[in-house]
């Protein structure tokens, strides 16, 4: 495989500590998705959905000329959800929506279903996570 790009980050003290980027560009103080103890920060499955949201929505871009297809306003919005599994094994849920404008929804589902099949994100969770695909249609004269 070519790599077009590579980043590492460290993370200390696990959900309750601090994770950075290892350039120094972001960090964050790190809290547990159970948070009692009101500390502020951030946890890892809303770093996930970011990078998930922004991935996705890469990718629909990238794929929509190849479909023909010109949607005039997206976005994506990527839940995660974690939990435990029967066998005790945690795990994360997901749902990915895409609000897209002036495509129909046999165009919209098209267009969905390709970049999962093309993110990076999507294909390193398939086959492990759970992810529902939904689509919200809107037209222009909507915003």
Known sequence: MKIFYKTSATATGGRDGHTQVDDHSIGFDLVGFQNESGKQGTNPEQLFAMGYAACFDSAM?????????????????????????????????????????????????????????????SNAVRGNVEVRLHVNLIQTFDL
Do not use: W
Not at 76 to 92: E, P, Y
């Open 61 to 121: 871009n990238h794929v929509a000329p190849t479909l023909g297809l010109k949607p005039t306003k997206s976005s994506t919005n990527v839940a995660v959800g974690i939990g435990q599994k029967v066998d005790g094994v945690f795990s994360l849920d997901l749902d990915i929506t895409i609000t897209v404008a002036d495509l129909n929804e046999e165009e919209a589902r098209t267009l969905i279903q390709r970049a999962h099949e093309v993110c990076p994100y």
